[in-house]
């Protein structure tokens, strides 16, 4: 089975700063996929960044990218230029190719909160 | 608009009074799976299914039963509700199995169970 470790429960930024929010993952796997969810205070789950494993580049959206260590089992998330809007908790999961019976394997969240 | 839909989005309810949660897809997806999030937990699979009357167990499975007798809809049954099971669940679906595409979530379905 896999497992998904956020060891940052909540992070606190000011506005217009840089965080990097961490998550290492445990699998015997060799093909997979990794995510990043945010939640809003509306509950909604909203997918930020996905990477393949088999990919050696990070994938990047917008403000949003990526540090995928494969070898390390590490995946973190950074957000340029932080906003107020991007106050939320966010998610880290893991899935196996070809998905089924453990589906999303999720971290157990970080609790982000951008200052004005 | 594309969209996975649950019903209801609240509900209180009393130990042993069954109840359904309902959850509708419009984009035509093969894969269909319910989760449950707990404070300090994260989410957890419940059931999933593949495809039509295809449907199999998750990580915690306890205490739920599902249906999938048509491709857009994947109902929760709770028939016994206990404590133990007030949560905030999800319903969410993607194109197929291996999720090489995104899995899309409902808005959430908060219960609670007195």
């Known amino acids: 089975a896999q497992t998904v470790t956020q060891s940052q429960p909540e992070m606190s930024v000011q506005e217009a700063e840089t965080v990097t929010l961490s998550c290492t993952y445990d699998?015997?796997?060799?093909?997979?996929?990794l995510f990043w969810y945010k939640q809003p205070p509306s509950r909604q789950m909203i997918l930020v960044i996905r990477?393949?494993?088999?990919?050696?580049q990070n994938a990047t959206e917008n403000r949003f990218s990526v540090n995928f260590q494969k070898a390390a089992k590490s995946f973190s998330l950074k957000i340029s230029d932080s906003q107020l809007g991007d106050t939320a908790m966010y998610f880290c999961a893991f899935m196996k190719q070809g998905g089924g019976a453990d589906g999303l394997t999720f971290g157990k969240g970080t609790h982000l909160i951008i200052q004005p | 608009e594309a969209q996975v839909t649950q019903n209801p989005r609240y509900l209180i309810t009393v130990t042993g009074k069954k109840l359904t949660v309902t959850c509708s897809q419009n984009?035509?997806?093969?894969?269909m799976s319910w989760y449950r999030q707990d404070p300090g937990l994260g989410l957890r699979q419940i059931y999933y299914s593949m495809n039509v009357e295809v449907t199999d167990k998750g990580d915690v499975p306890e205490g739920y039963k599902v249906s999938r007798k048509e491709k857009r809809n994947f109902p929760l049954i709770l028939e016994s509700p206990s404590p133990n099971q007030t949560s905030l669940y999800f319903c969410a679906s993607s194109w197929s199995g291996d999720h090489t595409g995104e899995l899309f979530f409902g808005e959430g379905s908060r219960l609670t169970v007195l």
């Open positions: 699998t015997s796997e060799s093909n997979y996929y």
């Open positions: 990477q393949e494993a088999y990919k050696q």
């Open positions: 984009m035509n997806h093969e894969y």
